[in-house]
């Protein structure tokens, strides 16, 4: 059972055209747990079924963190097979979820992992000067399985992709914004209303038009990509070193690979 906490998972507010979700679980630093993936996944099935919503923009509470990834002890709860989490939403309720409304990731802060999946996961991304993206998987043992290892070279040139996803280095918002994963990088305190202004431009465009646009512009079907994910995630997630990662970074020392 979820942890008693008083605020809901995620917030949901309408601006105009705009929906904005926002994560709200900044004590954890915004990790994703079963109640925040069924909010977010309503979110966005309301955002499509709602022809009142022409774009949609996701963020995270407070200033430190847009999304720091699962949280760990969801995950060991079993929350994310939960009552009504639906296999089509994928990880955060997003990630494998596809509306044909615009999404803009308003990137606050801390978005390793989970965070730079979504913000891969989004058509558009506007984010905060102090943000940092980057896929630290492989340095744990595991790998980005909710898009993040397909959808990196998909979206940035092969080998800067390749040397993000194999080093899991942390990768600045003004270094993503000149390599074309970030549209733009602006103070703390204006991204989500600079993800909002963007949005705004979009939905003043005719909405059917701009749906179509994205289906065809984003339309080619994953499935291949996520069946691979899903073979490699299982087969890396039984070896020792799946275990010996988080194993190390609990006990702040450096992992000792088996390759096994």
């Known amino acids: 059972m979820n942890e008693t906490r008083s605020e809901p998972a995620a917030l949901v507010e309408r601006r105009g055209h705009v929906m904005v979700i926002t994560f709200n679980r900044p004590e954890v630093r915004n990790a994703v747990d079963g109640a925040l993936t069924r909010a977010v996944g309503e979110a966005?099935?309301?955002a499509a079924d709602d022809p009142a919503v022409r774009a949609v923009v996701v963020t995270g509470a407070g200033d430190r963190a847009f999304c720091a990834g699962a949280d760990l002890k969801a995950v060991a709860?079993?929350?994310?097979?939960?009552d009504g989490v639906k296999p089509h939403w994928g990880f955060a309720g997003c990630v494998t979820h596809p509306i044909s409304k615009p999404v803009i990731a308003a990137v606050n802060g801390f978005a390793l992992g989970g965070g730079t999946e979504i913000a891969l996961?989004?058509?558009l991304v506007v984010a905060a000067d102090t943000a940092v993206f980057g896929l630290p998987e492989v340095r744990r043992g595991i790998i980005a399985g909710a898009g993040g290892a397909f959808r990196i070279v998909e979206q940035l040139p092969l080998k800067v992709a390749m040397e993000i996803l194999l080093t899991g280095r942390h990768v600045p918002a003004d270094e993503m914004h000149r390599l074309g994963l970030v549209n733009r990088v602006v103070p703390l305190d204006e991204v989500v209303s600079a993800a909002v202004e963007l949005a705004e431009s979009i939905a003043g465009n005719a909405p059917l038009a701009v749906q179509a646009s994205k289906r065809i512009a984003r339309g080619l079907s994953e499935t291949e990509s996520w069946n691979r994910t899903s073979a490699e995630t299982r087969a890396?997630?039984?070896s020792a070193d799946a275990k010996e990662g988080p194993r190390a970074f609990a006990e702040k020392r450096a992992p000792v690979w088996e390759g096994r």
């Open 236 to 238: 890396v997630m039984e």
């Open 121 to 123: 996961w989004a058509d």
């Open 77 to 82: 709860r079993g929350e994310f097979d939960g």
């Open 44 to 46: 966005l099935d309301e």
